[in-house]
């Protein structure tokens, strides 16, 4: 065959040293083992998303929710990223149920599929990283 071969591991030449961007490679390996999966990342930055943009993750959509319109633009740019413009709630939980929501209304999820959510949460007056296994209902 001619047809070039796309890796199934991740982009292994990135070298990630920050805690939180091991965090990142460790979510887009489990959606890729998941199969059918995608990700779900809110962001102020951009940065999360672009991280895992390039990890390559193949055949996971990776759906960036951010609330800053010059993040969604500049969202538009890296490989393998979807991104949407949403106002995010004061309680994480109704941003994460709304972007599902979203995502199921528009027909880039169909119930079933499960998702990796990244996001952060308050516990014990600290806010935490977290890593999310959610299905579409």
């Given at each position: 065959?001619?047809?070039?071969?796309?890796?199934?591991?991740?982009?292994?030449?990135?070298?990630?040293?920050?805690?939180?961007?091991?965090?990142?490679?460790?979510?887009?390996?489990?959606?890729?083992?998941?199969?059918?999966?995608?990700?779900?990342?809110?962001?102020?930055?951009?940065?999360?998303?672009?991280?895992?943009?390039?990890?390559?993750?193949?055949?996971?959509?990776i759906?960036?929710?951010?609330?800053?319109?010059?993040?969604?633009?500049?969202?538009?740019?890296?490989?393998?990223?979807?991104?949407?413009?949403?106002?995010?709630?004061?309680d994480?939980?109704?941003?994460?149920?709304?972007?599902?929501?979203?995502?199921?209304?528009?027909?880039?999820?169909?119930?079933?599929?499960?998702?990796?959510?990244?996001?952060?949460?308050?516990?014990?007056?600290?806010?935490?990283?977290?890593?999310?296994?959610?299905?579409?209902?």
């Amino acid at each position: 065959s001619i047809e070039p071969s796309v890796p199934a591991a991740l982009n292994t030449k990135i070298q990630l040293k920050e805690p939180k961007a091991k965090m990142l490679r460790s979510a887009a390996v489990l959606a890729q083992e998941l199969g059918q999966s995608g990700i779900v990342v809110f962001t102020r930055s951009g940065f999360l998303a672009y991280v895992l943009g390039a990890l390559r993750a193949r055949g996971v959509p990776i759906f960036a929710f951010t609330d800053v319109e010059s993040i969604f633009r500049q969202l538009l740019l890296p490989w393998g990223v979807e991104p949407f413009l949403m106002e995010f709630s004061e309680d994480p939980e109704k941003t994460i149920l709304n972007a599902l929501a979203y995502l199921k209304r528009k027909e880039w999820c169909p119930p079933g599929t499960w998702l990796v959510v990244i996001t952060n949460a308050l516990a014990a007056d600290k806010v935490i990283d977290t890593i999310q296994l959610r299905q579409v209902e």
